[in-house]
């Protein structure tokens, strides 16, 4: 199926118009009755389940409920949607949706759901850029020194990422493509152990969110390419993952 531009925008403004509609009417239901379960498809520390956490307090504070994080990490997020997909449509199953569910509408041939008629859009919450980061260690401090080390070493650096069809593996994929480099994949279940890894110099780079990345710059343990100063975060920065 091709989601074009034209829907996605038409998804995001009808989510935006139905927000206030979709809270009077939860007021006046009295709803939610009984306790909430927001389902993320990534590991516990990441970005999507950090997000996830804190609209899951503030709800618990508003509606006087408990809304419960479920990580079902796994297959780009496949897995948590599935969970979701195939719970009753009662509103009590929510699911917390990133870039890589639309990435994983084309990376898929067959999925077992169809996300614009299975799911139903609530409310933007998050533009979280990427950002291209190094262990410390890693002889390259530039882009271009970075490049230049990967093509006189093919094969032979290290890119890690959340999972197959995360926006971190696609910020990778479309980075070997556009320096034709020849760098290895390596997925993780998440991107808190591949950022272990990183920090350990198991793998040598990583393309992942700027929460995740600042605070492993702030630690020391890893740096993004631009410089050490902190407004390096800001001139590296590159897609976008939505939570």
């Given at each position: 199926?091709?989601?074009s531009?034209?829907?996605l925008?038409?998804?995001?403004?009808?989510?935006?118009?139905?927000?206030p509609?979709a809270s009077?009417?939860?007021?006046?239901?009295t709803?939610?009755?009984?306790?909430?379960?927001?389902?993320?498809?990534?590991?516990?520390?990441?970005?999507?389940?950090?997000?996830?956490?804190l609209?899951?307090?503030w709800?618990?504070?508003?509606?006087?409920r408990?809304?419960v994080?479920?990580n079902?990490p796994?297959a780009?997020g496949?897995?948590a949607?599935?969970?979701?997909?195939?719970?009753p449509?009662?509103?009590?199953?929510?699911?917390?949706?990133t870039?890589?569910?639309?990435?994983?509408m084309?990376l898929y041939?067959k999925?077992?759901?169809?996300?614009?008629?299975?799911?139903?859009?609530?409310?933007?919450?998050?533009?979280v850029?990427?950002?291209?980061?190094?262990n410390?260690?890693?002889?390259?401090?530039?882009?271009?020194?970075?490049?230049a080390y990967?093509?006189?070493?093919?094969?032979?650096?290290n890119?890690?990422?959340?999972?197959n069809g995360?926006?971190?593996h696609?910020?990778?994929?479309?980075?070997?493509?556009?320096?034709?480099?020849?760098?290895?994949?390596?997925p993780?279940?998440?991107?808190?152990?591949?950022?272990?890894?990183?920090?350990?110099g198991?793998?040598h780079?990583?393309f992942?969110?700027?929460?995740?990345?600042?605070?492993?710059h702030?630690g020391?343990?890893a740096?993004?390419?631009?410089?050490?100063d902190?407004?390096a975060?800001?001139?590296?920065?590159?897609?976008?993952d939505?939570?």
């Amino acid at each position: 199926m091709t989601l074009s531009r034209r829907r996605l925008l038409s998804l995001a403004a009808g989510a935006a118009a139905f927000l206030p509609v979709a809270s009077s009417r939860a007021r006046a239901r009295t709803y939610p009755m009984q306790p909430v379960r927001i389902v993320v498809g990534f590991a516990a520390g990441g970005v999507t389940d950090i997000l996830a956490r804190l609209m899951g307090q503030w709800l618990s504070e508003r509606f006087d409920r408990p809304f419960v994080i479920e990580n079902r990490p796994g297959a780009g997020g496949n897995i948590a949607t599935e969970t979701v997909v195939n719970a009753p449509a009662d509103g009590y199953s929510l699911l917390m949706v990133t870039g890589s569910h639309a990435i994983n509408m084309t990376l898929y041939e067959k999925l077992n759901y169809d996300l614009v008629r299975d799911i139903a859009p609530v409310a933007g919450i998050a533009r979280v850029p990427n950002v291209m980061e190094v262990n410390p260690s890693f002889p390259a401090k530039t882009v271009p020194e970075f490049v230049a080390y990967a093509k006189a070493n093919p094969g032979k650096v290290n890119v890690a990422s959340g999972g197959n069809g995360t926006a971190a593996h696609v910020a990778g994929e479309l980075f070997k493509m556009l320096a034709g480099v020849d760098i290895v994949h390596v997925p993780y279940r998440g991107s808190p152990p591949a950022l272990t890894d990183l920090f350990a110099g198991h793998v040598h780079v990583i393309f992942d969110p700027i929460p995740l990345i600042d605070r492993a710059h702030q630690g020391g343990k890893a740096a993004p390419f631009g410089g050490d100063d902190r407004g390096a975060l800001e001139r590296v920065a590159g897609g976008t993952d939505r939570g």
